[in-house]
């Protein structure tokens, strides 16, 4: 029953509802009725990050378990790179002058987004890169991607993760790696024609990289944050998610400054 009301609300008065614009909806009146599907994974000591940290994830105790007075207390310190796990890459990551991390409009952060599935051709193959015709080939069927949306694409890799060796295409770490890591990617001329042609707020998908493994001057980074935007990488559960009709919440830690960090990333999803 509440799943009906749910997905009867229209598109317009659940963003107005979440994004608070409005003095007309109380948020809180919709979105503690919403199923919320995490995007993230959680940081562990598995975590994967680039070849290129020798360090990942590090989480210390700083105390643990009952105290002198009765009560238990417990407190970690954390150590990370920027770029790994479930993460945000800042525009600056690849661009001078372009946004920090503690810089991204939240605007930008949020809103609608659409899940365009290319795990059929990129689990037949490791550097699958995705192409404008799979994106011409999704709007056939759902129509256009509408102005200011996040798009997010599903390779199907996360059914790896957090394999080293399956996920990378290698389990070398180190510099030696980068020459054999295979995995997809988005290609130079989708980013190209996204930016271009639709309005997008930024791009995400369930791979370790916007590049796919055998890039060497990783266009695609540079050209999506070279326009202000951001990307998301390492993203799960994109299964869940229909093709459109898709509410995004990502919010990554805010470090001044930073090129990136990790990124808990949040959809809902409702009718149109
Ligand atoms: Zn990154």
Redesign the pocket.
Known sequence: MLKKVRNAYPAWLLVAALTACSQHYDPAVLSNDLDWIDLSYSFDASTLY?PNNTKGFEHFTEAEGETALGYYYSSYSICTP???GT???API?FAKNKSTLDQIPLSRLTGHAVMIDVSRKALADRDYQVSVEDIENWEKENGSIPDDTIVLFRTGYEQFYPNREQYFGTSKTGPEAIPELHFPGISPATAQWLIEKRSIKALGLDT???DYGQSKEFKT?RILLGRDKP?F?NLTHLGRLPAKGIYIVALPMKIAKG??GPLRIIATVFAE
């Open positions: 680039w920027e770029h790994g993460h945000l890459d990551h370790p990289s916007l980074h990307g990488e090129s990136g």
